[in-house]
């Protein structure tokens, strides 16, 4: 089959996309690179570098193409709150700019990443996708709008869409140095460099960790089924920080360092437990646990576990 993965850079995205070309699929790679890395990308993945909102560039891209993996977002939760017009004019715009340009060519199925992060705080856990949405960020709020248009573009156009709620991916080559990075490469690196995790809050907040290539399985089998409509992608099982925060120093045993609190974050959540029960109809079945995730992912920065 022919795809293109917007996004195709980055780490979720570059994944993905060597993932497809390792089965001899033809994979087209669309990123800006402000945060992405082509060098993360096979030689098979045909890469071009663009804006999601390049029109003609995407008319292009789009020719021949089977289906459309719309990874291409801003992602930080912290970094929306600052900057808001920038996340929806990419998150939002880039989705329907894609999303247009998809119905211009004929495109006949598109997955849109999407976020735990729409939920906000809600009470009843595990989170079901029927659950009504309470976003707390921009980032939350730009993700629940590119769900919507996938909902309209279908409803109006008939083209099929895929909308999948990742929660709290993790896994190799996840950049620790980023300031709105993500909490497992920041605490690997912080103890390794002999320091404390930093943990925001009282640390008893929950997330559901799924590994990247749990991840990579579940949104393939996505595209290959006939499915359409929303589905969480997590474990089913959800960990709070603080234990998190501890079993990264237990498995890093070689560094003896105590975690650090500082004030909770506006615009995060205090719980997140995907219910997947939808996504095991079609076929997903995460294989990885937290212990061997994060036993892969270690050893991908510090070849010591």
Known sequence: MNFLITGAAGFLGSALANRLAEEDHQVRGLDDLSTGEPQALSDDVHFTR???????????????????????????????LLYPREYNAVNVGG???????MRDVGVGRVVLISSGAVYGDQQEQPLREDAPPSPRSPYAVSKLTGEYYCRVFQL????????????NVYGPRQDPNSQYAAVIPKFITRITSSQGPVIYGDGEQSRDFTYVMDVVEATILAAESEVTGIFNI???KSITINQLAKLCIEMLSNYYVNPIHEEPRKGDIRD?????????????????DLEMGLHETIRSFTNEA
């Open 50 to 80: 663009g804006d999601v909102n390049d029109r003609p560039k995407l008319w292009t891209l789009l020719q021949d193409v089977d289906c459309v993996y719309h990874l291409a977002a801003r992602v930080s939760v912290s970094e929306s």
């Open 95 to 101: 989705t329907v700019s894609l999303m247009e340009a």
């Open 156 to 167: 109006v156009y008939s083209l099929p869409t895929v909308c999948l709620r990742y929660f």
């Open 234 to 236: 997590g474990t089913g």
């Open 272 to 288: 997140s437990l995907a219910n997947i029960t939808g996504a095991k109809n079609f076929g997903y079945s995460p294989k990885y």
